[in-house]
T-cell receptor, first 116, second 115 residues
Framework: GAGVSQSPSNKVTEKGKDVELRCDPI?????LYWYRQSLGQGLEFLIY????????KSGLPSDRFSAERTGGSVSTLTIQRTQQEDSAVYLC??????????????FGPGTRLTVL | AQKITQTQPGMFVQEKEAVTLDCTYD???????LFWYKQPSSGEMIFLIY??????QNATEGRYSLNFQKARKSANLVISASQLGDSAMYFC????????????FGSGTRLSIRP
């Protein structure tokens, strides 16, 4: 079946502009996650959704970052007034159920964001 | 707080040899899951193997096995008969066993296979 998809694959924007990143999880997966990976670094957790609610927003770096999920499916990560330090690859993942091996997260290909 | 430590930033291994990637963790959760992911140069994160803290046996998936030592809080990944295509970054990760939760990732180990 189809994996996690993300769009756009690449986004170049100017400092101060807003950007929206989209994630389509694997069909039927209840949980959805956003991470950020800077060049040569590990993954930084941003936020996760269980259904349409976000129990854990602790990783959002500032109030310029927000995310929503509708219909228990597609999610959008919005970055307002982008800064150069926001440049990174934004990875989305989904997991089939909660708990144990059901928490295994399957990742999309990522969106590479470059802020000039 | 949860923490994952990968002490090998880079490793070089001869093709067809076995390789062990180290991972230690720290958590106060009574039950948890441990994961290994592979990230080739193309950037995608590929799930390799899962081990539950309650599992009595070490997990295996093809050429991958997880050497789980709960008392030592270690979850090393063993790749048997390494191949050139195994060259990639490898991340160890952990999450609590309960409801859906973020995964905490280690800093990764870059594995390079020599022909």
């Amino acid at each position: 079946g189809a994996g996690v998809s993300q769009s756009p694959s690449n986004k170049v924007t100017e400092k101060g502009k807003d950007v929206e990143l989209r994630c389509d999880p694997i069909s039927g997966h209840t949980a959805l996650y956003w991470y950020r990976q800077s060049l040569g670094q590990g993954l930084e957790f941003l936020i996760y959704f269980q259904g349409n609610s976000a129990p854990d927003k602790s990783g959002l770096p500032s109030d310029r970052f927000s995310a929503e999920r509708t219909g228990g499916s597609v999610s959008t990560l919005t970055i307002q007034r982008t800064q150069q330090e926001d440049s990174a690859v934004y990875l989305c993942a989904s997991s089939p159920t909660s708990g144990g091996e059901g928490n295994t997260q399957y990742f999309g290909p990522g969106t590479r964001l470059t802020v000039l | 707080a949860q923490k994952i430590t990968q002490t090998q930033p880079g490793m070089f291994v001869q093709e067809k040899e076995a390789v062990t990637l180290d991972c230690t963790y720290d958590t106060s959760d009574p039950s948890y899951g441990l994961f290994w992911y592979k990230q080739p140069s193309s950037g995608e994160m590929i799930f390799l193997i899962y081990q539950g803290s309650y599992d009595q046996q070490n997990a295996t998936e093809g050429r991958y096995s997880l050497n789980f030592q709960k008392a030592r809080k270690s979850a090393n990944l063993v790749i048997s008969a390494s191949q050139l295509g195994d060259s990639a970054m490898y991340f160890c990760a952990m999450s609590p066993f309960g409801s859906a939760s973020k995964i905490i990732f280690g800093s990764g180990t870059r594995l390079s296979i020599r022909p």
